[in-house]
């Protein structure tokens, strides 16, 4: 018998609705059972509810709560909850030698038995690489001591457990974190390539597609960046990626728990991350 995929993914309330998305599709499109194991924050009971009932195709669904983590590591803007990823060697039991991790603004749309039961070749975990960065974000990037042409987008992984556990890879992310910078770009995912550097299997773009112009199909579609899909309010389903996702979603039939807001609102706070991205990068080559 074959072994069950394991995915792993982490939500509070204000991105469910991707969850819910995110988990339906990776049980759909997989050929084999599907256990999910999804680290909640503010979950109610008619949530969790409502997500078991949507994802009735799993062969389980287990919710977790994060471990605490050392004082020093909260920020004002970051929830400990963006960390979980780290903890997965603690959260899952150790039956689960090998998970696949998913941000919660995933649409798989291939099978995932195809991700799962890849070789790593001896690495203790697998993402693919972070395309089309800016000169700011590689001249971050660097400033990290990380080559740019190696920087891995950590939104799907697939993991080594065994090894992450052999290896004490946890508590080696505790100690890289307190080499680093105190206020980070990309927070987990600036640990994971810094505390991996060198030790990362590069996936295939097309387990990692960020890019809402493309479809779903083949690939697993990632919406990163901002909006959501779950945040937008006029032509955003224009563009293939969101509207498979809103598909999805409709399938769900609950509405986003965030207040829906504007496309410009959001348009402008994009930029104005732009803005402040830029005033970084002066900062760095003024120093």
Sequence with gaps: MQESIH?????????VAGLAVAGYSAVQQTSRAVALWVVQQD??????LSLRKFWAGAEKVQFLTMKSLPWWWATPNIPLLSWARIQITELLPSSVSRCIYLDTDTLVGRDLS?????????KPIAMA????????????????????????????ALIDLDAWRRESEMEGMLISKRSMPTSLWFNDQDLINKHFAGRVLTLDLSWNRRDAAYSPDGQILHLAGKPKPWEMT?????LPGVGAWLEVSALWGRKPVPKRR????????????HLVTFARKLSITSA
């Design 7 to 15: 995915v792993m993914l982490a939500s509070d309330g204000a991105d």
């Design 43 to 48: 979950f109610d009971h008619d949530t969790m």
């Design 114 to 122: 195809e991700l799962f039961d890849m070789p790593l070749y001896g």
């Design 129 to 156: 690489i972070n395309d089309k960065m800016t000169p700011q974000v590689n001249a971050y990037v660097a400033s990290l001591g990380i080559n740019p042409d190696y920087w891995y987008n950590a939104g799907v």
């Design 234 to 238: 006029d032509d955003g389903d224009s």
């Design 262 to 273: 504007s496309m410009m609102k959001l348009r402008a706070a994009s930029a104005m991350r």
